[in-house]
């Protein structure tokens, strides 16, 4: 070894370590830690960015204003059927997920996850303003409701499509692993390169989608211009873009998987579709019920999509939250009223990361 | 296992990976083609999947005049800026983490672990604040500083570092070696693959990442290729043309996508750590 650092020599375990962890604790404080307090701070001030920058003093201790202002309303009262659809999801999906957990598909950590959002599922969609009443923030519901779709759109066609690929691909050949790298090429590229393909394979004009529909005597579909269709084309491009990394969890799940199980399998001609019906999907469970989760907050964060390709139109369709906490922030100068919504955003996240990480934990 | 079924489900896979590739070769195939042709049909051979007529006019136009040669130099230094602070701080924890024993080192692996919870848009507006504050917005340090306080990599590095067997530190102690020596000529040599792997996960976080440089680089200046992109893509048919855009879309991806396929192992691996445990 080299005689360099020989006052190190006499530096002990912990002083050592400390020197180590400095870097890193450093910037942590400085660029996680102060600014996700500080994002809270912010929310409780009525607070404008342009007013701010010039005099530090223009900001107003206003408590919890911010998140009344954009979560509340005048007289708002709850009703148990006034989003039929929603909430009679919610009392089904609270009766699924205890029938799941008795049947035993599905762990308890997992079914009391799905109570939870069954429960918020009939209860949240009850409030509303009563007459007279109104929302201080019209636009901040149905902007979560949008998100929520975009979300249970996207989840399911990503778990689904990739689940069946890598059940397909999932063989040591060289085809194979061509076929994986070639479903995962899009996953590396940016936002802004996968928004600008779609946009314009979008395009009643000169869209690829348009021109084969076109050439088969069919009128070309307006797709993001369209209230009902701009949700779909987004969450179309989306799976396109996100399905490698859920196809990657998921051959590595498959992995563990014992091969003795499909050749048992096999003696009772169990083969094929009996074979991933049978073996693959329970042995899967755990890697389905993570990649869902890790799914559910990788999409909740959805921004370049709806604000390269729709600009969050058309009429509001499109809105999501991120893109909302951004115009609220940068377009309208409300940093308070953004950071209180930034803080709900980090509230559901959390809440995910904590379920993904006791998923994580749970068996072995 | 090569026998009649797995040639039939090659057959079966090739219509959907046709169709999931479509879109790149559209993209790839439109730069290719002329933008007078463009203007009218985008349609011209093949559903314009077939570059003909061929131009390479629009790479030229490209890198002789406006901003995509500079973007993309930004985000080259952004990359590599980035990668090499988020390997000094996560090799360095991750050791000590680890391998060190010392005072409240439980409470601090938690501590920095608990961070893997807080999504970037819960902290980019206080962020955008202090930035403003010290006056460093259209800043390289501005790009960069923000993404080294990653705590999945300072996680990537702790499994790797606990995985090594004792006897190797150990021999190296009962020679003298201070700390901070095994550390550097011991551990960090042993790292490489480790490193390897989070070297290209930060770099194409950082050559993708979009939101933290959409609200601090508003200076065309020091925009990255991935937010200069989006800046033209909003007028592409007006005043660059629809090749010319392709052709920043496919210059964009370049990078990443030869990275991607020399490195793939070390990228599917840090994906595999990463997503089930971050």
């Not at chain 1, 009679?88 to 029938?99: A, H, M, R």
């Not at chain 2, 990537?156 to 530190?169: G, V, Y």
Request: with cysteine; glycine share 8%; net charge neutral.
């Amino acid at each position: 070894m080299p005689e360099k650092h020989t006052s190190g020599r006499r530096m002990t375990e912990s002083q050592a370590a400390l020197v180590l962890l400095l870097p890193f604790l450093a910037t942590y404080a400085l660029f996680l830690v102060y600014p996700f307090f500080r994002g809270i701070w912010i929310s409780l001030h009525d607070w404008n960015l342009m007013a701010v920058a010039f005099n530090p003093d223009a900001k107003e201790f206003v408590g919890l204003h911010n998140y009344e202002r954009v979560m509340w309303g005048k007289d708002i009262t709850w009703g148990a059927l006034i989003s039929p659809v929603q909430q009679v999801i919610g009392v089904l999906g609270f009766g699924l997920s205890i029938f799941l957990h008795r049947i035993g598909w599905v762990s308890k950590v997992t079914a009391v996850a799905l109570g939870v959002a069954a429960i918020l599922l009939f209860v949240l969609p009850g409030f509303h303003p009563a007459e007279g009443g109104r929302w201080y923030d019209r636009r901040f519901w149905p902007t979560v409701g949008n998100t929520l779709i975009f979300v249970g759109l996207t989840v399911p066609g990503v778990v689904v499509s990739a689940l069946l690929l890598a059940a397909a691909v999932n063989r040591e050949t060289r085809a194979m692993s061509a076929f994986r790298t070639l479903f995962f090429l899009s996953q590396i590229m940016s936002v802004t390169v996968v928004t600008l393909i779609w946009q314009i394979m979008f395009s009643p004009r000169q869209g690829l989608i348009a021109n084969i529909t076109e050439t088969f005597g069919g009128s070309p579909i307006v797709w993001l211009t369209d209230e009902h269709l701009a949700m779909a084309a987004i969450v179309i491009t989306t799976i396109w873009w996100s399905l490698g990394i859920a196809m990657i969890l998921f051959l590595a799940g498959l992995q563990d998987i014992s091969k003795d199980l499909y050749e048992a399998a096999a003696l009772d001609n169990a083969t094929g579709a009996k074979a991933f019906w049978h073996i693959t999907l329970p042995n899967l469970k755990r890697t389905i019920t993570l990649v869902i989760v890790l799914q559910v907050i990788l999409q909740f964060q959805v921004f370049g999509q709806a604000h390269l390709m729709t600009r969050g139109g058309p009429n509001d369709s499109t809105q999501v939250l991120v893109r909302y906490i951004y115009q609220t922030a940068f377009r309208d100068s409300d940093l308070g009223r953004a950071s209180a919504m930034a803080v709900f955003l980090f509230v559901i996240m959390g809440a995910f990361s904590v379920l993904q990480f006791v998923l994580g934990r749970e068996e072995d | 296992m090569l026998n009649r079924g797995y040639y039939w489900l090659i057959t079966a896979l090739a219509v959907p990976a046709f169709l999931w590739l479509i879109p790149t070769i559209w993209m790839v195939s439109l730069s290719f083609q002329p933008n007078e042709v463009l203007a009218r049909t985008t349609s011209t051979t093949a559903f314009g999947l077939i570059p003909l007529p061929f131009t390479i006019e629009n790479y030229v136009a490209l890198f002789s005049f406006g901003q995509t040669p500079l973007w993309f130099l930004n985000s080259l230094i952004v990359a590599a800026g980035m990668a090499l602070g988020v390997l000094l701080v996560s090799t360095t924890s991750g050791y000590a983490l680890a391998r060190l024993d010392f005072p409240f080192k439980k409470s601090l692996t938690i501590i920095c672990l608990i961070g893997l919870m807080v999504p970037e848009q819960a902290v980019f507006i206080p962020l955008y604040t202090m930035f403003a504050d010290l006056g460093w917005h259209n800043s390289y340090q501005a790009l960069i500083l923000p993404r080294l306080a990653v705590p999945i990599g300072v996680f990537l590095m702790m499994q790797f570092f606990k995985a090594i067997p004792d006897d190797i530190e150990e021999a190296a102690r009962l020679d003298g070696v201070t700390w901070l020596q095994i550390f550097w000529y011991v551990m960090l040599p042993l790292a490489r693959p480790a490193m390897m792997t989070l070297a290209i996960l930060t770099v194409l976080y950082a050559w993708n990442d979009y939101l933290w440089p959409l609200v601090s680089a508003q200076r065309q200046e020091f925009f990255t290729i991935t937010l200069g992109l989006a800046s033209i893509q909003s007028n592409f048919a007006q005043s660059e043309g629809l090749g010319r855009v392709m052709a920043s879309g496919v210059i964009a991806s370049l990078p990443v996508v030869i990275m991607f396929l020399i490195f793939q192992r070390y990228v599917v691996q840090a994906m595999t750590v990463g997503g089930s445990k971050g």
